[in-house]
């Protein structure tokens, strides 16, 4: 076994274990939590900073030489060639309304690739895990993408773009999209979005602009279970770049049909490292 296979055999109980934790401390905080606002419409909760300073406090004891890039600041080493990408609470928005769809995120990256995640929604109690060669589980038990292989059959999930403009461009992609799947889902949490790609419910997510820590985990829990994932042009998936086709892989090349009707151009990105 090599050493990198080691680390990540070795790092999956521990973002295990660190989701379930973090999970519950996230949990204490529904119907009491105070919210304050990044922007006008992008909000930040006390149960955020909470639960990323838990996340990020046991990372850096566990692996002090590992880097760590968080969405609410938190930090680790200079120079890693691992990087964990945490978001303590994924579908913050829900999360503030009382709604059960938002997530725990936790991702261990080697050189630019995805190869631990960990993706908790406690109101459910579902712990969705994945490691690279290693499988992807639900609650233990493996999981895999759904056998959907007709776009007009396939229930897809579209993320809404922060701000008034991109609605209204949303709205103009809907319309296109509504005419070739069954039906779409807005669900307000994209790391639970990749993991419901991962165990069959849904059958394919795109999302751009939508940042590392949001969907590092999923990544690594839909390969694992089967998925294809890609840029919007088909190419590799990469981390960093904002952007991912997420889909069972039988409807995968009509759905990257259908973006380069809905997505001529990329939009515009909402933060970065
Ligand atoms: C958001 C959610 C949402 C997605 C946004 C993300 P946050 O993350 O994942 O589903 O559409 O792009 O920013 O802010 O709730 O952690
Ligand atoms: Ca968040």
Not at 243 to 257: Q, S
Not at 263 to 269: G, K, S, V
Request: proline fraction near 5%; charged fraction near 25%; aromatic fraction near 6%.
């Amino acid at each position: 076994m090599t050493d990198i296979q080691r680390t990540i055999d070795e790092t999956l109980p521990f973002a295990e274990a660190l989701a379930r934790e973090a999970g519950a401390l996230a949990l204490s905080y529904v119907n009491t939590t105070e919210v304050r606002f990044k922007s006008e419409t992008d909000l930040l909760t006390d149960g955020d900073e909470a639960v990323e300073a838990l996340i990020a406090k046991a990372i850096r004891e566990r692996y002090p030489d590992h880097r760590l890039y968080a969405e609410e600041g938190a930090v680790g080493a200079d120079e890693s060639d691992w990087r964990w990408l945490i978001d303590p609470i994924d579908g913050t928005t829900n999360f503030a309304h009382g709604l059960p769809t938002w997530a725990v995120s936790i991702c261990l990256e080697y050189q630019g690739t995805p190869v631990v995640g960990a993706v908790y929604n406690p109101p459910r109690d579902e712990l969705f895990l994945g490691a690279q060669g290693r499988g992807a589980t639900l609650n233990g038990e493996p999981i895999r993408v759904s056998t959907i292989d007709t776009l007009r059959r396939a229930l897809v999930i579209s993320e809404l773009p922060q701000g008034d403009l991109a609605v209204n461009e949303m709205i103009g992609r809907w319309n296109e999209t509504l005419k070739r799947v069954q039906s779409i889902r807005v669900l307000g949490s994209a790391a639970l979005d990749v993991c419901e790609v991962a165990c069959g419910r849904i059958d394919g997510y795109w999302q751009r602009p939508i940042m590392n820590y949001d969907i590092g985990a999923g990544v690594v829990i839909a390969r694992e279970a089967g998925a294809t994932v890609s840029a919007y042009d088909g190419g590799p998936y990469i981390l960093d770049n904002k952007e991912l086709c997420c889909t069972n892989g039988l409807i995968h090349k009509d759905v990257l049909e259908l973006i380069a009707i809905t997505h001529p151009a990329p939009t515009e990105t909402k933060g970065s490292e």
